[in-house]
């Protein structure tokens, strides 16, 4: 049996590059906004 020369290959489709992309741009959000106070909750008060 002869092993891939990339074995990576195999795992970075069109879809999986899609969604590390869409994870990442999540994971950016999250902690862009972690540390800003949701002003709009505060407004009632």
């Known amino acids: 049996m002869r092993l ?3 074995p990576l ?3 970075v489709s069109r879809e ?3 969604a590390i ?4 741009i999540i994971v950016l959000v999250i902690i862009l906004t972690a ?6 909750i505060y407004q009632g008060f």
């Not at 992309?21 to 990442?24: E, G, I, K, Y």
């Open 16 to 18: 999986n590059r899609w």
């Open 9 to 11: 290959r195999g795992l």
């Open 4 to 6: 891939p020369l990339n």
């Open 35 to 40: 540390d800003s106070a949701p002003l709009w």
């Open 21 to 24: 992309a869409l994870f990442l």
